[in-house]
């Protein structure tokens, strides 16, 4: 599926006719390359326009669509607590790995796939981090405070989930 649209060079500023979905984007006049991010901003754009008039259907912004993708990866808060960045609260946290995550997809280290057919009323966008040590170093310059050295431990939820209504502890599983 082709969605051509008329994009502007973030680079020299002259618009020219691009293919949205094409895996790399360059620019006729001054061979700059697209951004993902900003194609993916340009395919929101042509997703919103016939919608906005639905009252219902807030304009779609690619800094929230990708911090909605790597929530789903991550648990925010729970990551939140188990790294624990001094002086820093949750919306700031929050705002720091989205932006780390969109140096990533900038940087190739991290994948934004983008739908089959992304004008359906449904798209769905997948994100993919390709190199996790690669984002636990950005991770690391982004959040100097943090002890990296120290081991994190992530409690295990499902086995309190799986508890009786009689409150005895479910039997383990082999």
Request: with cysteine; hydrophobic share 35%.
């Amino acid at each position: 599926m082709d969605i051509r649209k008329n994009v502007r060079c973030p680079e020299c500023g002259k618009a020219y006719e691009a293919n949205l979905v094409a895996d790399t984007i360059l620019c006729p006049h001054c061979n700059h390359h697209l951004s993902r991010v900003d194609q993916v901003s340009a395919l929101l754009d042509e997703w919103y326009y016939p919608r906005r008039w639905y009252r219902d259907i807030e304009r779609p912004r690619v800094r929230l669509l990708v911090e909605r993708l790597w929530q789903q990866q991550f648990n925010p808060q729970e990551l939140y607590e188990n790294l624990s960045p001094k002086e820093t609260n949750f919306e700031v946290f929050c705002y720091t790995v989205t932006s780390v995550v969109i140096k990533g997809i900038e940087a190739g280290w991290a994948k934004l796939s983008l739908p089959d057919d992304p004008m359906a009323d449904d798209p769905i966008y997948r994100l993919e981090i390709v190199d996790l040590d690669r984002f636990t170093a950005e991770m690391e310059k982004a959040m100097p405070d943090v002890n990296w050295d120290e081991d994190i431990e992530v409690v295990d939820t499902s086995v309190e989930k799986a508890e009786t209504s009689t409150g005895e502890p479910a039997s383990p599983q082999p």
